[in-house]
């Protein structure tokens, strides 16, 4: 899919990439993973508990939890919160991630 980032009148940190699923994605200096996974048209980030229902980035501020992925092997990580980096490892988190919610 293509890149849905704004290009006029914004100015961009360096440019690197980061492995969603196996996948490598563009991501900017300074900009959240959730961003770069929205710019990439992934808008999946979990799958819920009891019935597997998706869910992505909603409030975009850290309050809702609902983008919880794994980021380098830590679970229930607010990817709206965190910057991208380069080579960080993403993984879509299916229920809790098999570990303890760390909140």
Request: hydrophobic share 35%; charged share 25%; aromatic share 4%.
């Amino acid at each position: 899919m293509a890149d849905s980032r704004v290009t006029v009148g914004v100015e961009r940190g360096d440019r690197f990439e980061i492995e969603v699923d196996g996948d490598n994605l563009i991501a900017f200096q300074g900009e959240t993973i959730a961003a770069a996974l929205v710019a990439a048209g992934k808008m999946i980030f979990r799958r819920t508990t009891k019935k597997g229902e998706s869910r992505g980035m909603y409030c975009g501020i850290g309050v809702c939890h609902e983008c919880r992925m794994i980021v380098n092997g830590k679970a229930n990580t607010r990817v709206c919160q965190t910057l991208a980096t380069p080579g960080c490892c993403v993984q879509t988190q299916e229920a809790a991630g098999n570990v303890e919610i760390d909140y």
